[in-house]
C-alpha cells in the first residue's frame, strides 16, 4: 500500500521556520522524483519544488527561492522541506507527491499524493 504522510506544519510567526518531513512506504522510493505542492484557501494547488530521484537537480517556484531548501534521504524513504524566513503569503496546505517519470515537471500529475499538512504564517 502506497502512502505519504506529512509532517512538520504549524503555526508559525513571520520570518520563522518550519521543517516539513514526507515519509514514504509501499513503493520504491530512490525511483521516483518528488515533489512539494502547496494549496491556500480558494486557490488552485501549485508547484513549490521537485527533486530529482538523486537529489542532484532541484527546482524551486520563484516565489520561495531562496528561502525554501528541499532534500532528500532514499536511505529514510523521506523527502524534506525546509522553510526560512516565512510569510503569510506562505500560508497553505502543504502536500508531497511523488512521479515515476525522470524529470522534475511543475505539473500536478504525480502518481502518488500524501494526504497534507498545514502551514499557517502569521503577520
Known amino acids: 500500500q502506497v502512502q505519504l504522510v506529512e509532517s512538520g506544519g504549524g503555526l508559525v510567526q513571520a520570518g520563522g521556520s518550519l521543517r516539513l518531513s514526507c515519509a514514504a512506504s509501499g513503493f520504491t522510493f530512490s525511483s521516483y522524483i518528488m515533489g512539494w505542492f502547496r494549496q491556500a484557501p480558494g486557490k488552485e494547488r501549485k508547484f513549490v519544488a521537485g527533486i530529482n530521484r538523486l537529489g542532484v537537480y532541484i527546482d524551486y517556484t520563484d516565489s520561495v527561492r531562496g528561502r525554501f531548501t528541499v532534500s532528500r534521504d532514499n536511505a529514510k524513504n523521506t523527502v524534506y522541506l525546509q522553510m526560512n524566513s516565512l510569510k503569510p503569503e506562505d500560508t497553505a496546505v502543504y502536500f508531497c507527491?511523488?512521479?515515476?517519470?525522470?524529470?522534475?515537471?511543475?505539473?500536478?500529475?504525480?502518481?502518488?499524493w500524501g494526504q497534507g499538512t498545514q502551514v499557517t504564517v502569521s503577520s
Open positions: 507527491a511523488a512521479d515515476y517519470r525522470g524529470v522534475i515537471h511543475r505539473t500536478d500529475d504525480y502518481d502518488y
